[in-house]
C-alpha cells in the first residue's frame, strides 16, 4: 500500500514537472510569435491617403486634375535625380507615391507611369519592384476586363507597359486585341499602330516568320497611302528580317524594291552597299551571274560616286566570286582594277592584302615569277606599315 502511494506520487510529480515544460515552451513560441516583424505592405497597396489630395475622397475638378499632374510630374522628376545619384531606395519610395496617386487620374495614366517606373525597376534589376508593378498592371487588366470593352488607347498603353516589364509575349496579346478592334471597328490609324507594335515586339523575340507577315502587311499600307518615307523603313526592315532569318532569295527581291525606291527618291548614294548584299544574297543562292551583274553595279556607282570603300568591297566581292568558280584570269584583272582603287583611297593595308591574293592566285597555277613580285610588292607594304610579314 505504502509502495503504491509513492509510486503515485512520483507519477505527480513527473507530470507536473511535464505540465509546466510544455507551458513554457507554449509561452516561449507565443513571445517569438509576438516578436516577429510583421510582413511589409505592397507599397501600391498602401491606403490613398495624401497631402496632395482633397481630406474628403471626391472626384477631382479639371482644375484640380491639371495641378495634381503637376505635383506628380514634380515628384516623378525628383525620384529620377534620386536614383541618378545612387539613392534608388528612396527614389522607388517617391515612386510608388506617385504611382499610388496616378490612379486617382485613369487608368490609362496609372497604366502609363506603371511601364515607365517598370522599365527603371527593370533597367536596374529591382526584381522585386519589377514583380510589384507587373501584378498592379495585370489586375488593371483583369479589372477592366471585368467591365466594359477595353478602348483601344488602354490596349496601347497595356501592350507598351508590358513591352517596357520585357513582359513579350502579354504585349504580343494585348496588341493583337488591338489589332481585332481596329479591323472591326474599321479604325486604320489604330491597326497600323497596332501591327507597328506587334513587329517591334517580334523582332525583339528573334521571331522572323512572325515579324516578316506584319512588315509585309505594313508595307502594303504604305504603298496604298504612297507613303514613300514608310515604304522605305518597312523594305529596310524586311531586308534586315529575311537576312537574318537566312533566306536570300526573298531578301535579295526586298533589296532590289529597296534600290528602286532609293533611286526613285534620288538617295543614289544608299544604293551600292545595297547592290552589294543583293550580290551576296544571289551568290548564296549559287546564281553568280547574278551575283556578277550586282556586283558590278555596285563597283560602277560606287565609282561615279567616289565612294572608294564600297567601290573596293565590290570588286573584292567580285574577285572572289570569280576565285570561287575558277576564273582566276578574271579575278586577276579585278585585282588590278583593286589595286588602283585602294591607292586612289591610300589603303595600304587593303593594297597589301590585293598584292597577297594575287600572289597566291599565281602561286597555285604556278607562275612563280609574277608571283615573287606580288609578294614582294606586298612585302614592300608590310615593312611600312610595320606589319606581320611571315
Known amino acids: 500500500m505504502v509502495y503504491l502511494r509513492n509510486s503515485i506520487n512520483k507519477l505527480s510529480v513527473l507530470f507536473i514537472l511535464t505540465l509546466i515544460v510544455y507551458a513554457g515552451y507554449f509561452i516561449q513560441f507565443n513571445y517569438r510569435a509576438l516578436s516577429l516583424p510583421e510582413p511589409e505592405l505592397n507599397p501600391l497597396e498602401l491606403p490613398l491617403d495624401d497631402p496632395l489630395l482633397p481630406s474628403v475622397?471626391?472626384?477631382?475638378?479639371?482644375?484640380?486634375?491639371?495641378?495634381?499632374?503637376?505635383?506628380?510630374?514634380?515628384?516623378?522628376?525628383?525620384?529620377?535625380?534620386e536614383s541618378n545619384v545612387?539613392?534608388?531606395n528612396l527614389a522607388f519610395e517617391i515612386w510608388y507615391r506617385e504611382l499610388r496617386l496616378r490612379r486617382v487620374l485613369g487608368r490609362i495614366e496609372e497604366v502609363n507611369a506603371l511601364g515607365r517606373v517598370g522599365e527603371v525597376a527593370w533597367n536596374k534589376t529591382r526584381s522585386e519592384d519589377v514583380q510589384i508593378i507587373s501584378q498592379r498592371i495585370?489586375?488593371?487588366?483583369?479589372?477592366?476586363?471585368?467591365?466594359?470593352?477595353?478602348?483601344?488607347?488602354?490596349?496601347?498603353?497595356?501592350?507598351?507597359?508590358?513591352?517596357?516589364?520585357?513582359?513579350?509575349?502579354?504585349?504580343?496579346?494585348?496588341?493583337?486585341?488591338?489589332?481585332?478592334?481596329?479591323r472591326k471597328n474599321d479604325s486604320p490609324f489604330t491597326e497600323k499602330e497596332a501591327l507597328q507594335g506587334l513587329g517591334r515586339l517580334y523582332l525583339a523575340k528573334f521571331d522572323y516568320p512572325n515579324a516578316a507577315i506584319v512588315y509585309e502587311e505594313l508595307l502594303e499600307i504604305a504603298q496604298l497611302e504612297q507613303n514613300t518615307y514608310?515604304?522605305?523603313?518597312?523594305?529596310q526592315a524586311l531586308a534586315e528580317i529575311y537576312t537574318a532569318a537566312l533566306q536570300p532569295n526573298n531578301s535579295a527581291n526586298i533589296k532590289q524594291?529597296?534600290?528602286d525606291s532609293y533611286l526613285a527618291s534620288q538617295n543614289i548614294e544608299l544604293v551600292p552597299p545595297l547592290k552589294i548584299e543583293i550580290g551576296q544574297d544571289y551568290q548564296s543562292l549559287d546564281q553568280p551571274e547574278l551575283a556578277s551583274q550586282n556586283y558590278q553595279e555596285a563597283y560602277a556607282l560606287a565609282w561615279s560616286?567616289?565612294?572608294f570603300g564600297s567601290a573596293a568591297k565590290a570588286l573584292t566581292k567580285l574577285a572572289n566570286l570569280y576565285t570561287?568558280?575558277?576564273?582566276?584570269?578574271?579575278?586577276?584583272?579585278?585585282?588590278?582594277?583593286?589595286?588602283?582603287?585602294?591607292q586612289l583611297s591610300y589603303n595600304y593595308y587593303g593594297l597589301m592584302k590585293v598584292y597577297d591574293k594575287i600572289g597566291e592566285i599565281y602561286l597555285e597555277n604556278e607562275q612563280y615569277e609574277?608571283?615573287?613580285?606580288?609578294?614582294?610588292?606586298?612585302?614592300?607594304l608590310a615593312r611600312s606599315l610595320n606589319h606581320n610579314q611571315e
Open 305 to 307: 560616286l567616289q565612294q
Open 138 to 182: 495585370v489586375k488593371l487588366q483583369e479589372l477592366s476586363e471585368q467591365e466594359d470593352p477595353l478602348s483601344p488607347r488602354f490596349l496601347v498603353a497595356l501592350a507598351n507597359a508590358y513591352a517596357k516589364l520585357h513582359s513579350l509575349d502579354n504585349s504580343i496579346i494585348v496588341y493583337q486585341k488591338v489589332l481585332d478592334y481596329a
Open 257 to 259: 524594291r529597296l534600290v
Open 86 to 88: 545612387g539613392n534608388d
Open 57 to 81: 475622397p471626391r472626384p477631382l475638378s479639371p482644375l484640380e486634375q491639371k495641378r495634381l499632374r503637376i505635383e506628380l510630374d514634380t515628384l516623378n522628376q525628383k525620384a529620377q535625380e
Open 370 to 380: 609574277p608571283a615573287l613580285f606580288a609578294f614582294q610588292e606586298g612585302l614592300i
Open 324 to 342: 570561287e568558280y575558277e576564273q582566276e584570269n578574271y579575278a586577276l584583272q579585278i585585282y588590278q582594277r583593286l589595286i588602283q582603287v585602294e
Open 230 to 235: 514608310e515604304e522605305g523603313l518597312y523594305l
